[in-house]
């Protein structure tokens, strides 16, 4: 069997074991309380295959509902679903997240109220777009902050992916500079604590009636400039737009200071989620390396 008759046939097997999942989840559908009818898998049309979830709509007799299945890899990125769901919660009694109908724990799934609406694209968003997402981060950042959320250290999380890349010997070029981008990048910032979302890039928003922020599975107790940082990371925006959206945000504060660091703290927590996951080389995430201990050390 040839390469690419290898990658079909795992592909083919991975679509197989999401069927059979998918249809492990539809068999709870009188749990749900949702529907009249048992749902079946060809009820449901698959909307999005990411790297920690993968969401399908299913229109039953009652209406249109989202199932989210979450992804085998949560150990190995450090996710924890417990957090994810409990400011998913807190989020959606402020209204700036949809509504989960139900969970279940031992199949890793939940439902959710289907929402109409488009992800933002990563440029060309107008200023109206710039304003909503900002006053939903605001809303968002000035949430109570229960005291049981953990609280993110960023040389915690980089040290669990250090732990899982050091197990790959490919990885051995990036090892040599584990200590200085920890020493350099890894410690919290002072200054505010908030609820963050963490991966606040364009396509975890949801455009409907109102700005949604969706995917709450990196969540945790951090400075607000993370989330600034992040959704800035991906976005095409020009010098004008950049700054019409902070002071959209900021609004003068003092926080705005720490977003110089909250931005290279989240280019190197990225840099290692997209190695672990292979998503990108061993040499480009040295470059990326090389470059953040040149911009932090100067």
């Keep these: 069997m040839n390469s ?11 679509e197989q074991e999401l069927h059979q999942r998918l249809e492990n989840c539809l068999q709870d559908w009188q749990q749900w309380q949702l529907c ?26 009652a209406s249109r509902l989202l199932i989210r299945l979450e ?38 799934y939940w439902v959710r109220e289907f929402i109409e609406g488009q992800p933002l694209p990563e440029k060309g968003l107008s200023r109206h777009q710039l304003e909503q997402v900002a006053g939903v981060l605001r809303e968002l ?35 040599s500079m584990q200590q200085a981008l920890q020493t350099l990048l890894g410690d919290g910032l002072d200054g505010a604590l908030s609820l963050c979302h963490m991966d606040t890039v364009p396509a975890n928003w949801l455009e409907a009636e109102k700005m949604y922020l969706m995917d709450w599975e990196y969540a945790a107790a951090g400075h607000p400039c993370w989330d600034i940082a992040s959704f800035l990371q991906q976005l095409e925006i020009n010098s004008d737009d950049k700054a019409f959206f902070l002071e959209k945000y900021f609004r003068g504060s003092e926080l705005e200071e720490a977003l110089p ?27 990326i390396f090389q470059d953040l201990l040149k911009t932090t050390s100067s």
């Design 4 to 14: 690419e008759s290898k990658k079909q046939s795992t592909k083919n097997l991975a």
């Design 36 to 61: 009249s009818q048992q749902p079946s898998v060809k009820d449901c049309i698959q909307i999005s295959a990411g790297n920690t979830n993968t969401s399908f709509i299913l229109t039953t007799d």
């Design 71 to 108: 992804a085998s890899n949560s150990e190995i990125l450090g996710l924890d679903r417990e957090t994810e769901f409990r400011v998913h919660e807190i989020a959606n009694k402020a209204d700036l997240t949809p509504r989960v109908l139900f969970r279940s724990l031992d199949k890793g």
């Design 141 to 175: 950042h000035s949430l109570p902050v229960p005291a049981d959320i953990p609280r993110l250290i960023p040389g915690e999380k980089a040290e669990h992916y250090w732990q899982q890349l050091a197990n790959h010997p490919e990885n051995k070029p990036l090892l």
């Design 261 to 287: 660091k909250a931005t290279q703290q989240l280019d190197y927590l990225s840099a290692l989620w997209f190695r672990l996951q292979g998503l990108v080389s061993v040499e480009k995430t040295e470059r």
